[in-house]
Nanobody, 124 residues
């Protein structure tokens, strides 16, 4: 069992930056594939970025590539999402997710554990 808690969301102007954190409680965080997803009002949850267990292999949605960076510190049981050059269309609730067995994937249904989400609002 893994419990995930996101933090770092908030209100920022377009062009600004935020760093989200996802703290995990559990002994096996370092073996999990991890990902960030987001959900805007009236829209389906969408993939943002994912990382393999070590952080050496990452993948990003085209909409955030070059602006967002996913990373993890397994010693601290924490994953991060550095978001730069934020746009109003990045406004959403951001969720972190963990997959206990298997590779990181863009499919939300493949993740076993989810955090409660953190709101990111980007004003124009």
């Amino acid at each position: 069992q893994v419990q995930l808690v996101e933090s770092g969301g908030g209100l920022v102007q377009a062009g600004g930056s935020l760093r989200l954190s996802c703290a995990a409680a559990g002994r096996t965080f370092s073996s999990y594939a991890m990902a960030w997803f987001r959900q805007a009002p009236g829209k389906e949850r969408e993939f943002v970025a994912h990382s393999n267990w070590s952080g050496a292999i990452t993948d990003y949605a085209d909409s955030v590539k070059g602006r967002f960076t996913i990373s993890r510190d397994n010693a601290k049981n924490t994953m991060y999402l550095q978001m730069n050059s934020l746009k109003p269309e990045d406004t959403a609730v951001y969720y972190c997710a963990a997959r206990a067995i298997g590779s990181a994937t863009r499919w939300a249904s493949m993740y076993n554990y989810w955090g409660q989400g953190t709101q990111v609002t980007v004003s124009s």
